[in-house]
């Protein structure tokens, strides 16, 4: 019975991974008690896009067995890492980027970072925008401060749920840092190096605007596993984005996709659709950068975000919210497809040059 139940559960295939389950070695636990089959399903991130699709087409494939009468789908989720973590502890850098300003570069990685954390996810968050720090203000910790441990290493701070790191909680406020690249570089190697973040799935970095001195010490300073660029849909905002995406390609860091934010808004009081910026510009970009999601303009993001409430958590129902939601998930999908596939190439790699005729 378990090799027939094994048998029907290869022929359903990851949506996004595109190989089976099984051989992905996603099947954590097939028995059937009773005629009733008890499937565990070891997902590749807690944030999984599509688990609604994955336990229905098992339940179809386990349910053709004969002698099953029922299936008990259950899951869990081990995020992958295709061959060393970025840093001790850490598997998966992820930089939120932008080529310009006031695309709310910083609102979306707060709550792309809020969401994974809310979906079961190990996250950290670090603010890099060392000139214009707004992380610690929209998670509710502005006057907050950083404090060492035991090893006399930064602790990162802790709110709605995740660790997160904020030069406005090193810094008196209102203080401005008057820094050349140097210094720059030195304060991202401790943010990075220097700071007690323990076991993390996911460390999203917040860069500052720009293709400046912290991104590509970033770049040479840890191993990134790939980059989101924020945009809103105007042409002048795509041009500044297509240089960012150009400066990723020429450090060697993937771009897992664009985030189109501000893209439209709808009126409360009549729920007509206004293209304030026009829409879909991001799409100029270039089909090889999926689309990760298009956000709308909302109310509710900034009051939450100068409430200190990421609006994932706060307003969870809302359109801008359920679109967050939405990046995030994408954005965990892409990092396990580019997970697996760099673990396929790696065994590729490994096998002999010549294989034995016998």
Known sequence: MHDAVMAALSTVNDPELHRDLVSLGMIERAEVVGGVAQIKVNLTTPACPL???????????????????????????????????????VKHVLLVGSGKGGVGKSSVAVNLAASLAADGARVGLLDADVYGPS??????????????????KMQPLVAHGLKFISMANLSPAGQALVWRGPMLHSAVQQFIKDAAWGELDYLIVDLPPGTGDVQLSLTQTVQVTGAVIVTTPQDVALIDAARAIDMFRKASVPVLGVVENMSYFVAPDTGNVYDLFGRGGSRKLGEQYPLLGEVPIDMDVRQDADAGVPVVLAHPETPAAQALIAVARRLAGQVSVLTVNKELAQSLAELPDQLTVV
């Open 51 to 89: 688990k609604g699709q994955i336990e229905r087409e098992v339940r179809e494939a386990v349910l053709t067995v004969p002698g099953v009468s029922d299936v008990a789908v259950t899951f869990g989720a081990t995020v992958r890492v295709a061959a060393q973590p970025a840093l001790p502890g």
């Open 135 to 152: 992380v610690a203000h929209m998670m509710g910790q502005g006057a907050a401060r950083v404090t060492a441990n035991d090893e006399r």
